[in-house]
């Protein structure tokens, strides 16, 4: 089965552009999760989602942010504009079910870089 | 809210030898447990987990961890380490009380393994 698909794998760009991340979580799943990974902050969790609606976005660090899942297959994360501490890895997970037990499973991620 | 410190952002061990990754938990109440391991420029595995049972859980790669609700915690073991075993260990945990749904991790220890 094919795993979290997430794209673009690397980004570049410069400060003030619009970055848009997107994921195509495990088929079947109906919880979605967007995490952010840095040095300074290490895994942080930004939204998630059940059944496409947002349930928790407090992570979210600004405005500047804003994430969608406009259906079961397909979520994007969006920056605009974006600023170089925005630099990271955005991982995109899934997870079966509510279930806080069951298991989420990652993608690969997104490497931003900022300039 | 939940939290978990994982002791030793950097452990280094010799190939062969025991390798032992700490993590405690702050929770209300016994929560999910979960050890996920990330090998450079990759997302993360799921290596083992604690849902309800057996408090000794085995994993994948020789690993294993122990519930101990006593001392909350929740070290990661591998009676032998492994070249390949060097990468980054991530100790995370959902609090059921809540009915929250969303995992936290501690900030991640990296694990070196010496010829």
């Known amino acids: 089965d094919a795993g979290v698909i997430q794209s673009p794998r690397h980004e570049v760009t410069e400060m003030g552009q619009e970055v848009t991340l997107r994921c195509k979580p495990i088929s079947g799943h109906n919880s979605l999760f967007w995490y952010r990974q840095t040095m300074m902050r290490g895994l942080e969790l930004l939204i998630y989602?059940?059944?496409?609606?947002?349930?928790?976005d407090s992570g979210m660090p600004e405005d500047r942010f804003s994430a969608k899942m406009p259906n079961a297959s397909f979520s994007t994360l969006k920056i605009q504009p974006s600023e170089p501490r925005d630099s990271a890895v955005y991982f995109c997970?899934?997870?079966?079910?509510?279930?806080?037990?069951?298991?989420?499973?990652f993608g690969e991620g997104s490497w931003l870089t900022v300039v | 809210a939940q939290s978990v410190t994982q002791l030793g952002s950097h452990v280094s061990v010799s190939e062969g030898a025991l390798v032992l990754l700490r993590c405690n938990y702050s929770?209300?109440?016994?929560?999910?447990l979960f050890w996920y391991v990330q090998y450079p420029n990759q997302g993360l595995q799921l290596l083992l987990k604690?849902?309800?049972?057996?408090?000794l859980v085995k994993g994948i790669n020789g690993f294993e961890a122990e519930f101990k609700k006593s001392e909350t915690s929740f070290h990661l073991t591998k009676p032998s380490a492994h070249m390949s075993d060097a990468a980054e260990y991530f100790c995370?945990?959902?609090?059921?009380?809540?009915?929250?749904?969303?995992?936290?991790f501690g900030q991640g220890t990296r694990l070196t393994i010496n010829p």
């Open positions: 929770s209300s109440v016994p929560p999910y």
């Open positions: 604690y849902t309800t049972g057996a408090t």
């Open positions: 995370a945990v959902s609090d059921r009380a809540q009915g929250a749904q969303k995992l936290v």
């Open positions: 997970a899934s997870r079966k079910d509510r279930a806080s037990g069951n298991t989420i499973y």
């Open positions: 989602f059940n059944n496409n609606v947002p349930i928790d």
